[in-house]
């Protein structure tokens, strides 16, 4: 299932990430991030139990990613996303200068990001 981000609050020095989706039970936090490239998206990958759930960070996002990459980010207020900082930065350095997400995601990555 995807859950699209719509909402990110600054919360008393942590980010809460709220979705245009009604919250769903038991989700834990994979600690991974993955690109939708096709579709300029961060993915980061929760488990329900059962299968993995897609939080897609459109790309309307991605300044306040920018902005709050170094915070603690919760899912609703309630669910920790482990390793986020970790895993976006990871990604970002990645992406720089690698047009094997392709060059249009790449280079607007890099403008955002100011790689």
Known sequence: ????VNEIKLVD?????FTAEEPLDQLTATGQM???SDH???VYQLDDGT???HLRFVEETWPMMNDYKDK???LYGTVKLERF?????LLLDN??????YGKAFTEKVEEVFAL
């Open 40 to 42: 300029f998206q961060f």
């Open 13 to 17: 020095d942590q980010v809460h990430v």
């Open 51 to 53: 299968a993995y759930q």
């Open 72 to 74: 603690e980010w919760l």
């Open 1 to 4: 299932m995807n859950l699209h």
């Open 85 to 89: 900082t970790e895993e976006f930065e």
């Open 95 to 100: 992406i720089k200068d690698n047009h094997n």
């Open 34 to 36: 993955i690109t939708d």
